[in-house]
């Protein structure tokens, strides 16, 4: 009976062993295909995973992409807008241009008319004021008619001083007659001898109109011309004025040149460097006072004088 029982245990056992080993071989079983499961399962979330970031790159991309067509929208659309600005400020500037040059022709021919108008003008005007100065230096002459009317037509000859110098200043202004002329500024300087002729040189600015005589090119009538300065320039209440009248960058220009001229008379020096003595106002005479030395001295003095009153340069007595 016992060994029976032993039997029949070991009959249980091996039983349970048996069923022991087919649960293992399930358990792997089972186990194998939840680790398949697993893998597949995890593959599945890798592969969506990665699909997810595809999908979230290609909509970055998208969205990139997306705002660069905006911008380059955007700056296709103002580049259209400037074009077309531009082609309007063409159209108008070529519209303006258009009729810019039409004004521009128009004032031409307007202005080529007005110059061939103001040409004969201008050379009416001279030719009319030559003959005037020419009339009035002609000698008296008896005016037609008969009668208590008659009577002599003077200018540059007559008994009124105002219409002699009136008329010499006209023809030293119109006339260009060298011997004309120098007449006529002798007798301009001998009305200068009183003080009416100086007031009446003063009241009609005979100052500037002998000026423009005052040429390098013509010596003689610098001569004549500063005669004439130098009769005004004598001590007189009218002196002032004169020299006022004198005080000005044309008539010290005119004189500065006559200073500069070649081989220019010193006689003419002394005189201008009276005249500049009295006006203290003289610029540059170094130049003069190194070459002129111990021959001049009466015009050495007269600029020493000038420069004293300038106070531009000092001259010592041992260079002069």
């Given at each position: 009976?016992?060994?029976?029982?032993?039997?029949?245990?070991?009959?249980?056992?091996?039983?349970?062993?048996?069923?022991?080993?087919?649960?293992?071989?399930?358990?792997?079983?089972?186990?194998?295909?939840?680790?398949?499961?697993?893998?597949?399962?995890?593959?599945?979330?890798?592969?969506?995973?990665?699909?997810?970031?595809?999908?979230?790159?290609?909509?970055?991309?998208?969205?990139?992409?997306?705002?660069?067509?905006?911008?380059?929208?955007?700056?296709?659309?103002?580049?259209?807008?400037?074009?077309?600005?531009?082609?309007?400020?063409?159209?108008?500037?070529?519209?303006?241009?258009?009729?810019?040059?039409?004004?521009?022709?128009?004032?031409?021919?307007?202005?080529?008319?007005?110059?061939?108008?103001?040409?004969?003008?201008?050379?009416?005007?001279?030719?009319?004021?030559?003959?005037?100065?020419?009339?009035?230096?002609?000698?008296?002459?008896?005016?037609?008619?008969?009668?208590?009317?008659?009577?002599?037509?003077?200018?540059?000859?007559?008994?009124?001083?105002?219409?002699?110098?009136?008329?010499?200043?006209?023809?030293?202004?119109?006339?260009?007659?060298?011997?004309?002329?120098?007449?006529?500024?002798?007798?301009?300087?001998?009305?200068?001898?009183?003080?009416?002729?100086?007031?009446?040189?003063?009241?009609?600015?005979?100052?500037?109109?002998?000026l423009t005589h005052v040429k390098t090119t013509n010596?003689?009538?610098?001569?004549?011309?500063?005669?004439?300065?130098?009769?005004?320039?004598?001590?007189?209440?009218?002196?002032?004025?004169?020299?006022?009248?004198?005080?000005?960058?044309?008539?010290?220009?005119?004189?500065?040149?006559?200073?500069?001229?070649?081989?220019?008379?010193?006689?003419?020096?002394?005189?201008?460097?009276?005249?500049?003595?009295?006006?203290?106002?003289?610029?540059?005479?170094?130049?003069?006072?190194?070459?002129?030395?111990?021959?001049?001295?009466?015009?050495?003095?007269?600029?020493?004088?000038?420069?004293?009153?300038?106070?531009?340069?000092?001259?010592?007595?041992?260079?002069?």
């Amino acid at each position: 009976k016992e060994f029976k029982l032993l039997h029949e245990r070991d009959d249980v056992l091996r039983e349970r062993e048996v069923a022991v080993t087919e649960r293992e071989v399930s358990l792997k079983e089972k186990e194998s295909v939840l680790k398949k499961a697993a893998a597949k399962i995890e593959k599945h979330i890798d592969m969506e995973t990665t699909r997810q970031l595809q999908a979230a790159e290609e909509l970055d991309a998208l969205q990139t992409q997306h705002g660069k067509l905006e911008r380059q929208f955007t700056s296709l659309q103002a580049r259209l807008t400037n074009l077309q600005r531009k082609r309007n400020f063409e159209e108008t500037k070529h519209s303006g241009q258009q009729a810019l040059a039409t004004l521009r022709k128009q004032t031409a021919t307007k202005d080529t008319a007005k110059s061939a108008t103001s040409r004969q003008k201008k050379g009416g005007v001279t030719v009319s004021l030559r003959r005037l100065g020419e009339e009035l230096y002609r000698p008296a002459k008896q005016a037609q008619g008969g009668g208590d009317n008659s009577r002599d037509i003077a200018y540059i000859q007559s008994n009124d001083p105002q219409v002699r110098f009136l008329s010499a200043l006209i023809i030293l202004k119109t006339d260009t007659q060298v011997d004309h002329l120098a007449h006529v500024s002798g007798t301009l300087k001998s009305e200068l001898k009183t003080d009416g002729g100086k007031d009446m040189f003063l009241y009609y600015q005979a100052t500037s109109t002998l000026l423009t005589h005052v040429k390098t090119t013509n010596k003689l009538m610098v001569n004549l011309v500063t005669d004439i300065y130098l009769q005004m320039a004598i001590e007189s209440p009218l002196l002032p004025s004169f020299l006022a009248s004198c005080s000005n960058e044309a008539w010290f220009r005119s004189v500065s040149l006559v200073w500069r001229m070649p081989s220019v008379d010193v006689k003419l020096l002394e005189k201008l460097s009276i005249i500049l003595q009295k006006l203290s106002k003289m610029n540059s005479c170094s130049e003069m006072l190194r070459t002129m030395g111990n021959e001049n001295p009466f015009l050495v003095l007269n600029v020493k004088s000038i420069l004293f009153n300038l106070g531009c340069e000092k001259v010592s007595t041992m260079s002069l």
